[in-house]
């Protein structure tokens, strides 16, 4: 089933590619039953084993490792798009252009096209050579308030900079985000209602209601979730007395 996570599918089709290489008259066959979640991080899959000689046929409910030839290839990794994000938001934040090497336009991860999608609203996004380029707007430019956000886990880094700048939004498509480190969509509203605002879940997200945040000094808790503890630090860049526990557990990260 892979309405969860991508993860389940692409653990998988790495396990059989392993054993494909020493079983090479057998065909390895995953069928993906469910509603397809992140299938972008599937195909950047693919095509990774592809470089290394891996011969699979996708018919999307349906993966076929068909054949291994081994190459002895160089794979450079890219820098991480969905951590990005992070980054660009503290530029937003403090008006500083931004220069992110080893990611570019046509990036294989799928969060590229959220960040490209996302950051028009806050800043000038170009391309150098190998590098992402950021100039930050003085203020968001918004055209929408309902935002689809195709599963990302960028979500919270959004969520956080419209709570900042005061944005009644909807974010959608980001259901399968109650089943990652934590319940993400819960926690996050549980979040923002203990440093003063309100939000409403929805079937698929939520709503931001209110952006009130805090004088006193408020906890975050980031429910050993790396991801709380850098989207709600740019809450704390802008609001000192919002603290974030167990800031440690972002070394799953760095």
Same mark, same amino acid.
């Not at 806050?122 to 599963?151: A, M, T, V």
């Not at 209601?209 to 630090?233: G, P």
């Given at each position: ?34 509603? !397809? ?17 891996? #011969? ?8 076929? *490792? ?8 160089? =794979? ?15 530029? =937003? ?33 170009? !391309?150098?050579?190998?590098? /992402? ?15 689809? /956000? ?16 005061? #944005? ?12 990652? !480190? ?12 203990? *440093?003063?605002?309100?939000?409403? #879940? ?5 709503? *931001? ?30 609001? !000192? ?12 990260? =760095?």
């Amino acid at each position: 089933d892979g309405t969860l996570s991508s993860q389940y599918v692409t653990g998988l089709i790495i396990a059989f590619s392993m054993l494909k290489a020493n079983n090479n008259d057998t065909d390895y066959i995953i069928n993906i039953e469910g509603e !397809e979640t992140s299938c972008g991080f599937i195909k950047m899959t693919l095509d990774m084993l592809e470089n290394f000689g891996v #011969k699979t046929i996708n018919n999307k409910k349906e993966i076929i *490792i068909t054949g291994i030839n081994y190459c002895d290839n160089n =794979y450079d990794v890219e820098g991480d798009a969905t951590t990005a994000s992070y980054l660009f938001g503290w530029s =937003y934040l403090k008006k500083f252009n931004l220069e992110i090497p080893n990611l570019k336009f046509n990036s294989v991860q799928p969060d590229m096209n959220v960040l490209i999608k996302m950051l028009k609203y806050f800043g000038n996004l170009s !391309e150098k050579e190998s590098s /992402l380029l950021f100039e930050p707007y003085q203020n968001i430019r918004l055209d929408s308030n309902i935002f689809d /956000l195709d599963s990302s886990d960028t979500f919270l880094t959004w969520a956080c900079l419209f709570i900042l700048e005061n #944005k009644m939004v909807e974010i959608t498509n980001i259901k399968n985000q109650n089943w990652k !480190e934590c319940p993400r969509i819960d926690k996050f509203i549980e979040n923002i209602e203990n *440093i003063g605002g309100k939000c409403e #879940k929805t079937d698929t997200g939520f709503k *931001i209601l209110e952006t009130n945040i805090k004088s006193d000094n408020v906890s975050i808790n980031t429910f050993k979730d790396h991801r709380f503890a850098m989207s709600f630090s740019l809450i704390s860049m802008r609001h !000192e007395n919002i603290l974030i526990s167990n800031p440690h557990c972002v070394n799953k990260t =760095y």
